[in-house]
């Protein structure tokens, strides 16, 4: 059972950084995108940044420059740092990953599969 674990997160000042942590574990056999969304109340989730199919990196245009996001999707971990942090982006944020499990024993699989998976996402409060 593929899982996509977070730790991190919690509440900041205004221009502190703060970290983030994710992990992939389960039976993959490729993951095509690693990334971060984000929520904040009343609004739609959001791209935060990602690596995609290609291994580029792709960020927010509201955090560019201010976060940076490391690691990759062969360790299946990656590490958010949110720097210069500002009250907007005061948000849940959420692990997200496309990828190609692996079947159970006994499943069937196929290659071509690109399934979603969402982390249980870890609130960040930035106060001014």
């Known amino acids: 059972q593929v899982q996509l674990v977070e730790s991190g997160g919690g509440s900041a000042q205004a221009g502190e950084q703060q970290t983030l942590f994710c992990s992939v574990s389960?039976?993959?056999?490729?993951?095509?995108?690693l990334g971060w969304y984000r929520q904040a109340p009343g609004k739609q989730r959001e791209l935060v940044a990602e690596i995609d199919t290609d291994g580029k990196t792709n960020y927010a245009d509201s955090v560019q420059g201010r976060f940076t996001l490391t690691g990759d999707k062969a360790q299946r971990r990656i590490i958010l740092i949110m720097d210069s942090l500002k009250p907007e982006d005061t948000a849940v944020y959420y692990c997200?990953?496309?990828?190609?499990?692996?079947?159970?024993?006994?499943?069937?699989?196929?290659?071509?599969?690109?399934?979603?998976?969402w982390g249980q996402g870890t609130q960040v409060t930035v106060s001014s």
């Open positions: 389960g039976s993959i056999f490729e993951i095509f995108t």
């Open positions: 997200h990953s496309v990828l190609n499990p692996l079947p159970p024993p006994g499943g069937t699989w196929n290659h071509r599969d690109q399934v979603e998976y």
